[in-house]
């Protein structure tokens, strides 16, 4: 314990340091484009050796490395914030369009690392490819870091109900987090690999075939990178608008299984499929996508009246629910210009959220099912007063503080949304933007909820751009404190966290 | 044989109350009163002393023992009276435990603890009442050749269709065999002539259809319905194990028990079951509950007094059955008198169990109809027995006129036996046996 503080802040800040230090390898990815397009080189080199530098560091600030809950904390929120400031380096660096602006350059940064999607490019063409392969390594790395976060670390510290998630061993050790954590990483690092592998090979193989000509290696790769960890950069202005049907059709499947607890994934991969019939959280995670895909698919076909192939209907419908919901962010089509029914209900999706343990945002399909269960629950021990009845996931009784941990978690975040409205509003209003209120809100959920467009003025085929300085740097925050599960961020402020 | 018992309880000294009569049998115990009431009693070698010590084992005569029985009500002494047995000489050892804990390490490996054969009481308790539920009017049900036959003991309702009836009009059950009828605690083999008067039991061997069907016959047409509602009250480890094996027979029984802690416990492990934290002997509550509307209650709880409180309340409220696990040997016929249904003994199950085991090395499994008047048993027949190769006929006629060929079953399929049936070598016959005709059994199948 040093100078006082109840958390050893060295040792959050070394590991810290040991993150940083190994970004210089990422960012290989876009120099060597950068050097086979003959582009500006100094936007990856500079960060390279400033990663080189302050990661060795930090790394030394700490002998130990024992990580306790409140460095473990400490830690996480850092990591997200430090990869989000390496990573608005090449954008500012680089000095091209709206990128340039520090403010933006971090949010640009942050909605990739927080694989959220939402961006303030206003003109993609003027920027370099590899800085669009940038945006998107951003995003895979975001997505393996919570994939990692979500599977060894906040299931330890007993996160919003996070220890709920379908672990394959239960080890409850919050003193030594690190022998867990690199055990879980090196095995769904694999997982992550082989998916971004596969689609990369099924887009590249559209475009061989002929039914994806706009879908070049380069886009095949950028895309994988931001479909599996649900994140939806795209080089592309029209977002995946500019790509065939079949392009489409195939991203699909992979956005609902990058947004499946990769944990089932793996039981999957290893012969156990009935896993995923067993699994509660997965039923209802389909069944929510299926009714939703199902009704705005309704809404569009009566929109469009006769006339129209059913089949653009459809997968357009299927696409953006699926988009929202698993918290990706693409774009099939404008669905700005969709009616104010069927945009209401992709605004309802945003809320919802994928499985936990995997990349996808929001409050997670796992939560609401535990919300519903208990509900349930107390409606049953309402009638009969002396039952006693355990909720159950999956057959497993949940104990009655998970039960509240995850009531609490899923009212704070609706709380934060609630806030984070108000602010959107009372800013636009102090430099005199208008905004409507279902902007306002779409635009707040968006980005706390880690989704990429809203409706309106940050619609799909637009961008953040629009909105104040200091708007776009508040949502820079919400999208840090969204992604790693809001307490991360929330226990920080407290002061009984800091003092002895 | 030599068998020694160790523990002179009510389980001990029934087991070998049972056995004594056609086996050699030691009995061990620490209470030198308990140890010279036996030696009144029965026909058996009392030895007082500590059964988990060497000295005492080897003054029992352990070395000679052929099966050690413990009996006594400590779980753990029994295990260590198997060790040490096992340890001295090489005897077939039964241990008996309450906690199932034992029983799970056990199954393991068959032999944990150097133990051959455990029988856990709350486990065989839970087991015969569950069996209880399935045949709403039976009194007693045992399975025979790993379930594929039943002996069942019905009481026969004075308002049943076959009340009155002989038993040639009464059977016409497929595979069913009329194997006794008890009219006060005496057991008669049935002609097609003898007729069924309400209120005599009947015995049935036959396959588990069979028995159903004839469960249904032998009600009173009103309780005809099928089971449905369960209340069972008491959460302890019988009323646990039996709200399980209802469970995994697809009924989704409601469980009262009073402590709140264990009620969450219970909760958690019993994911059908609707477990509900209260006192069972409030009447108000089980009012308010509406036990009233069970079509069976079962009182498991730790006192007798309070199982019989709780049968009574539920009866007068309106419920179906109550079957009560009595502790205490003397409450059962009079509580059976009173108003519950069924009092089942845990002890007595559990020595019946043991007994069953133990008997005849042959014989495979064993049910006690009445006790000291008649048994069931399965024998596996092999070539020196008089039925191998021959049609029962004949064979019959080499037997005892009282024995009753139940069912045999040949390669997981269940023969009814009628006169010119060809019993083989291999085959497994379940008899109804009465006392007298016992040791001729034993010797000639």
Redesign the interface.
């Known amino acids: 314990m040093s100078g006082g503080l109840r958390v050893d802040w060295r040792v959050s800040c070394s590991l810290v340091g040991t993150v940083v230090k190994w970004l210089w390898v990422p960012l290989c990815l876009p120099l060597v484009l950068a050097l086979y397009d003959g582009t500006a080189l100094t936007p990856f080199l500079v960060p390279m050796a400033l990663t080189a530098v302050v990661g060795f560091g930090l790394e030394r600030l700490a002998e130990t490395r024992d990580l306790r809950a409140r460095e473990a904390f400490l830690m996480v929120s850092l990591t997200w914030l430090s990869i989000a400031l390496v990573g608005a380096v090449p954008f500012v660096v680089a000095g091209v369009g709206t990128l340039a602006h520090p403010v933006y350059a971090l949010f640009e940064a942050m909605s990739g690392v927080t694989t959220t999607g939402a961006t303030v490019v206003t003109d993609f063409g003027a920027h370099a490819r590899a800085i669009h392969l940038w945006r998107a390594t951003l995003q895979w790395l975001g997505g393996l870091g919570i994939l990692v976060l979500a599977t060894a670390v906040l299931s330890q510290l007993s996160v919003g109900g996070a220890q709920l998630m379908e672990t394959e061993s239960q080890a409850q050790d919050v003193d030594k987090l690190t022998p867990r954590m690199s055990n879980t990483a090196a095995l769904l690092w694999k997982i992550y690999v082989a998916l971004t592998a596969l689609l990369v090979v099924l887009l590249s193989g559209l475009h061989v075939v002929g039914l994806a000509p706009e879908m070049t290696p380069y886009d095949a790769l950028a895309h994988a990178f931001t479909t599996i960890s649900t994140s939806g950069f795209s080089p592309r202005g029209t977002s995946i608008a500019a790509f065939s049907p079949a392009v489409q059709w195939t991203l699909v499947p992979f956005m609902i299984v990058g947004a499946t607890s990769f944990v089932l994934i793996y039981a999957v991969s290893r012969g156990n499929v009935g896993r995923l019939r067993r699994s509660d959280e997965f039923r209802f995670y389909v069944g929510v996508l299926a009714f939703f895909a199902l009704a705005v698919c309704a809404i569009r076909a009566l929109d469009a009246g006769p006339g129209v192939p059913f089949e653009r209907t459809a997968r357009h419908a299927v696409f953006q629910v699926v988009s929202i919901t698993t918290t990706t962010g693409y774009a099939s089509t404008d669905f700005n210009t969709w009616s104010a029914s069927a945009k209401h209900l992709l605004f309802v999706c945003m809320f919802i959220g994928g499985m936990a343990g995997s990349t996808t945002c929001s409050i997670k399909a796992l939560r609401w099912l535990v919300v519903i269960k208990s509900f349930r629950r107390d409606l049953f021990v309402a009638t009969t007063p002396s039952a006693i009845r355990p909720v159950r996931l999956s057959g497993e009784p949940i104990d009655e503080e998970t039960v509240r941990d995850i009531y609490a978690y899923t009212l704070i975040s609706l709380l934060f949304f609630g806030v984070a409205t108000i602010f959107v509003v009372l800013d636009a209003a102090r430099v005199g933007v208008v905004l409507t209120e279902f902007e306002a809100m779409s635009a707040a959920a968006s980005t706390f909820f880690n989704i990429g467009p809203a409706f309106g003025v940050a619609g799909p085929m637009a961008n953040y751009a629009g909105f104040p300085t200091t708007t776009t740097f508040v949502m820079t925050l919400l999208m840090w404190v969204g992604r790693i599960e809001i307490l991360p961020v929330l226990v920080l402020l407290t002061p009984s966290f800091w003092r002895s | 044989m030599r068998v020694l018992i160790v523990g002179a309880g009510e389980v001990g000294s029934s087991i070998a109350a049972d056995l004594s009569d056609s086996h050699e049998v030691v009995v061990v115990d620490v209470d030198a009163d308990y140890v010279e009431q036996l030696q009144y009693d029965l026909d058996v070698l009392p030895v007082q002393g500590d059964g988990t010590e060497s000295d005492v084992l080897e003054e029992a005569g352990v070395a000679d023992a052929d099966i050690v029985i413990a009996s006594t009500d400590d779980d753990e002494t029994n295990l260590a009276v198997c060790g040490t047995a096992a340890t001295l000489a090489d005897p077939f050892t039964i241990a008996r435990v309450q906690k199932t804990a034992y029983l799970r390490t056990w199954r393991r490996t068959q032999r944990a603890f150097d133990v051959d054969f455990m029988v856990c009481t709350d486990l065989l308790t839970a087991q015969s009442i569950v069996r209880l539920i399935e045949f709403p009017t039976a009194t007693d049900v045992d399975p025979f050749s790993s379930g594929r036959v039943q002996m069942a003991e019905f009481e026969v309702d004075p308002e049943s269709e076959i009340a009155g009836q002989t038993v040639q009009a009464a059977d016409r059950f497929e595979s069913l065999t009329f194997a006794a009828v008890v009219e006060d605690g005496e057991a008669t083999i049935p002609t097609g002539e003898t007729v069924l008067t309400g209120g005599s039991k009947v015995l049935v061997i036959g396959t588990p259809d069979s028995v159903e069907s004839f469960a249904a016959a032998v009600a009173p047409s009103s309780a005809a319905a099928s089971v449905d509602d369960i209340v069972v009250v008491g959460g302890g480890q019988q009323g646990l194990l039996v709200a399980e094996r209802l469970e995994e027979r697809g009924f989704r029984p409601r469980l009262i028990e009073h402590d709140?802690t264990r009620?969450?416990d219970?909760?958690?492990q019993l994911?059908k079951t609707?477990?509900?934290?209260?006192d069972a002997t409030d009447a108000d509550?089980l009012a308010a509950?509406n036990v009233g509307d069970a079509d069976v209650v079962i009182a498991c709880l730790d006192s007798d007094e309070k199982c019989l409180l709780v049968s009574l309340l539920s009866k007068r409220l309106g419920a179906g059955r109550a079957i009560a696990s009595i502790e205490t040997p003397e409450y059962v016929s009079l509580f059976e008198t009173v108003g519950i249904d069924v009092a089942v003994n845990p002890r007595e199950v559990t020595a019946e169990e043991i007994t069953r085991f133990t008997r005849e090395r042959r014989a495979e499994n064993v049910a006690i109809v009445e006790p000291g008047e008649a048994e069931v048993l399965e024998v596996e027949v092999d070539d020196e027995s008089v039925l191998a190769g021959r049609p029962i006929r004949e064979a019959v006629a080499d037997l005892p006129s009282e024995v009753v060929i139940g069912a045999i079953t040949r390669d997981d399929t269940v023969i009814t036996p009628r006169g010119d049936t060809v019993v083989e070598v291999g085959d497994h016959v379940v008899v109804f046996v009465p006392t007298g005709a016992q040791a001729a059994i034993a010797e000639k199948l």
């Open positions: 709140e009620a969450r219970l909760a958690e994911p609707t477990v509900m934290a209260h509550f509950e």
